[in-house]
């Protein structure tokens, strides 16, 4: 059974950086799609980084530059370094994993779309950035 867990949330400053970390474990399939998503009070679920197995990333534009999705093959875990944070970048912050990367959108560049075929989530870590 793949399990997620998330880790390295909390509360800076806007300006400040934060890196999240995504523990996963019984997925044994070479090949993968992830992704961070992230869902903020009274907002939908929305995608914020995704990566595959063979280097493709892609980010959602509000976090272009600012934010570096990584994965540690050696250490089964899925990285999100945070930079210039901002309060809009307040938001429960999820990792995903497609157990079906074939299908995976993140290959097309298209994070939004990724949630839909994320099928194993973590439970969630808060974010939270003041002014």
């Known amino acids: 059974q793949v399990q997620l867990v998330e880790s390295g949330g909390g509360s800076v400053q806007a300006g400040g950086s934060l890196r999240l970390s995504c523990a996963v474990s019984g997925y044994t399939y070479y090949k993968y799609c992830m992704g961070w998503f992230r869902q903020a009070p009274g907002k939908e679920r929305e995608g914020v980084a995704g990566i595959t197995s063979d280097g493709i990333k892609t980010y959602a534009d509000s976090v272009k530059g600012r934010f570096t999705i990584s994965q540690d093959n050696a250490k089964n875990t899925l990285s999100l370094q945070m930079n210039s944070l901002k309060p809009d970048d307040t938001a429960m912050y999820y990792c995903?994993?497609?157990?079906?990367?074939?299908?995976?959108?993140?290959?097309?560049?298209?994070?939004?779309?990724?949630?839909?075929?994320?099928?194993?989530w973590g439970k969630g870590v808060l974010v939270t950035i003041s002014s």
């Open positions: 995903a994993v497609d157990s079906f990367p074939e299908r995976c959108v993140v290959r097309n560049g298209n994070i939004a779309g990724a949630i839909y075929g994320m099928d194993y």
